[in-house]
Each structure stands twice: as structure tokens, then as C-alpha cells.
């Protein structure tokens, strides 16, 4: 009977995996919602973060004119709470339930600058893109070409740039990750030390740049380096020199090269020759630091490691096919073929790792 007990228990705790997995569209739909409906920034109000009822959050969301259901928006905040992102309160026997924000809840409240992690929220989960989602399975059958071409019938920046409030989304995902991310990685890793040149090949407006030149006085220049249309756009900044052109034929010279979140897009082959010009550029003893996600070498449950699968398949159906996330030595020997001596990984944030490759 134990025996028996015991196989029901395990069938019992499969199917309430199983149906677990099945619903998990309700958990970043719900995001969504909290996003849209600024709910963060209510409970927030400028640092108070006093557990809310969903009747004063309404009322805060929506104003003197009032409205929304509060019994809904209660739904979806259990729910989260459930995740992590909110913390519950229950009031008098639990007749009442009141709610803040938990460190990962803080993380969608709009900063002085306008950013959050709200922004990538929102990013991942517009229109065509949930189109694409659908999909997913063509890029085993055909790899060939991405969901997201698939659904919407062009590349997933083609379609950006021809629709403003998406691509303004994009940019504002792009700056609510990055900045945070830059800032730890300023306060842990060294290597731009030394540095008398800093290139940055794909760095769009310069901001990232601007934010290392900050740090790091003894940069005499930065040469921010993106494609033509891009950097005419780019504001000018302080010892920093804008040029166009393409990193699969050359990119300027310096003493160190660095790069954030560029090579997870592109294939193998591709990552090789961006490599290669990267190596070309620089002189003997110089350095390319590459920000990348990189994927454990084993694969378990932790939040990481499912944070960064979940990303490479966010590649895969929305980006390129065949670009995806890669292991440390995955790396370390695409970099080998480019010439590059060898490969140190620094682990200073938990979801993008600051790769150095060197030159002899």
C-alpha cells in the first residue's frame, strides 16, 4: 500500500507540474497588466511603500474620477505575491488583504530618469512579438527563419524601426536593464583600468560610454562605434568620437574593445568574424571585453539558470534562429579561432557576465 501511496503521491505532484507549466502565461500576462496599470509606482509614492488595499491602488491609479475592478486587480496581485514581487498583508482575519512591493516588485518602479525593469516587461510582451510566440516550434522545423519573421513577415528591427511607440519601448527596455547593470559592473570589475582608448562597438547613443569615461578619468578617448544611421543620431558627449560603419569589416583602433549584449544574436560563424575585426583592432596585450549572458555548464532549477534559458529562447523566436546564449568555453574557443589568446570570465551580475579576451 505504501508502495501504491507512494506512486499516486508522484503522479499527484506530476500533474500539478504539469498544470503549473500550463498556466504559466497567466504569471508574465499579469506583469504586464501591473505594469500598464502603474501599480508599482502607486504602492511606491516616492518611497513610502505602505501596504496598499486594490481599492487604494485604484484609487491612486485612477484618480478623482475613480473606476476599475478592485476584486480583478486583487486576483492578479495574489498571484504575484505568489512570484515574489509583491508582499501581502492580510488585515483583520484576513478579511482584508493589503499589499507592497518586495526588492523584486521595486525593481518596475519608474526611477528619476524615467526607467524601470517595466519597460523590458512591456518590451517582451507587444503585439508582434506575442505573435511570434505562437510559433515557436517552426524554428525547429525550419530554422532558417525566426517566429517573428514568420508572423509579422520581417525582422523583428526592421519592424521596430518602422514603428515609433514600439521601437521607443525597445530603447526604454534597452536603458531600464543597462543602466543598473552598468553600474554594478563599474563597481566590480577593473579592466577598464589602464585604458587609454575604449571603443565601443554597438553602443548606439553612447550612454554606456559616457557612464564608463565617467569612472574612469584616465580614458583619454572613447570612440563610440555603431552603424552610420545610428550614430548620427548620437549626442555629443565629452572625449567621445562617434563613427559609422560595420563590425564585420573593421572596427577603430584601441587599446581595449568592448561590447554589451551583441553577440548573443548572431551565429557562430558570425560571432567569429566580429571577433576576428575586434582582434584586428587591437595591439599586442590589448583587450576585448564582451557583455554577454552566459549559460551554465549543467543545467538545474535555479533562478539563473532558467532566467538565462528563458532568454536564449527569447533569441531564438524573436531575434535570429540560430544566434543564442553560450557557455563560458562555448566562448572561450570561438574566441581561439579568432586569435584571441584565451577567455576570463567575471561573474559581477547574475544574468550577464563580463567576458576579457586578450591578445598576445
Not at 517595466?118 to 505562437?134: C, E, F, I, K, N
Request: hydrophobic share 35%; proline share 4%; charged share 25%.
Amino acid at each position: 500500500m505504501e508502495k501504491a501511496g507512494g506512486k499516486t503521491s508522484n503522479n499527484n505532484n506530476a500533474r500539478l507540474a504539469i498544470m503549473e507549466l500550463a498556466n504559466m502565461i497567466s504569471v508574465p500576462m499579469s506583469l504586464n497588466a501591473v505594469v500598464k496599470l502603474k501599480v508599482a509606482d502607486a504602492i511606491w509614492e516616492g518611497g513610502s511603500n505602505a501596504p496598499l488595499s486594490p481599492a487604494e491602488i485604484l484609487a491612486k491609479i485612477c484618480g478623482p474620477q475613480g473606476g476599475g475592478d478592485s476584486e480583478n486587480l486583487q486576483r492578479i496581485l495574489r498571484m504575484l505575491t505568489s512570484y515574489g514581487v509583491f508582499e501581502e498583508h492580510l488585515i483583520d482575519d484576513i478579511s482584508q488583504r493589503r499589499y507592497s512591493l518586495t526588492e523584486v516588485g521595486k525593481s518596475l518602479v519608474t526611477d528619476v530618469d524615467g526607467l524601470s525593469h517595466g519597460s523590458y516587461v512591456l518590451q517582451h510582451h507587444q503585439d508582434a512579438l506575442m505573435r511570434a510566440w505562437t510559433m515557436v516550434h517552426e524554428a525547429v522545423n525550419d530554422s532558417s527563419t525566426e517566429p517573428f519573421v514568420k508572423a509579422n513577415g520581417e525582422p523583428a528591427y526592421n519592424y521596430y524601426g518602422k514603428n515609433p511607440e514600439m521601437n521607443s519601448i525597445m530603447l526604454n527596455a534597452m536603458s531600464g536593464v543597462s543602466v543598473p547593470f552598468m553600474k554594478a559592473i563599474l563597481e566590480g570589475y577593473d579592466g577598464f583600468q589602464g585604458v587609454k582608448t575604449l571603443v565601443d562597438v554597438g553602443g548606439s547613443g553612447g550612454d554606456c560610454l559616457k557612464m564608463i569615461l565617467e569612472k574612469h578619468s584616465s580614458i583619454q578617448l572613447g570612440i563610440n562605434f555603431d552603424l552610420p544611421e545610428v550614430v548620427e543620431k548620437a549626442p555629443q558627449i565629452p572625449r567621445v568620437k562617434h563613427i559609422g560603419g560595420d563590425m564585420f569589416n573593421s572596427i577603430p583602433k584601441g587599446d581595449a574593445i568592448f561590447m554589451k549584449w551583441v553577440l548573443t544574436t548572431w551565429t557562430d560563424d558570425e560571432c567569429k568574424q566580429i571577433m576576428k575585426s575586434c582582434y584586428n583592432a587591437l595591439p599586442e596585450k590589448g583587450k576585448f571585453i564582451a557583455c554577454e549572458p552566459v549559460l551554465p555548464h549543467h543545467t538545474d532549477d535555479s533562478k539563473r539558470t532558467r532566467a538565462l534559458l528563458e532568454g536564449d529562447i527569447f533569441v531564438m523566436t524573436i531575434y535570429r534562429a540560430k544566434g543564442k546564449h553560450r557557455t563560458e568555453e562555448e566562448y572561450r574557443q570561438i574566441g581561439r579561432s579568432a586569435g584571441f589568446a584565451d577567455c576570463r570570465g567575471f561573474y559581477i551580475d547574475h544574468f550577464f557576465t563580463t567576458l576579457e579576451f586578450q591578445k598576445l
